[in-house]
């Protein structure tokens, strides 16, 4: 596999799609940091690093969904930077999701953050993904 990011957002995707509660992942930081992103602004229920019997990290996602009319919080879930072609934002050109509804994930020197605090610390950095 190539591209791991983009694995990791079509099984959350897929998911979503299913009605599933729980998503299973395999671990990497930048996965966990993302994961991390969702839950601070929302997006999931919870999250958990794990180890499974073959001693391989995972991450278990609960996924949120509304109580009353069954949506899911995460309606898109877009892949910006692709091995093939990176899309690099400097500080003053960040991208903004839906006008600000939605988040950008950046990865930057400073760390994996959202586009506005990307924005707040005046950093750039690759655009991974788009989330709304």
Partial sequence: MTDTI????????NAIRAK???VEIPSSNLKKEMTKILFDKGYILNYKFDVNEKNQATIKIALKYHPVTKLPAIRTLDRVSSPGLRKYAAADKLPRVINGLGIAIIST???VMTDKEARTQNVGGEVICYVS
Avoid at 6 to 13: E, H, Q
């Fill in 6 to 13: 983009a694995d990791y957002l079509t099984r959350v995707r």
């Fill in 20 to 22: 599933h509660r729980i």
């Fill in 109 to 111: 020197s400073k760390g």
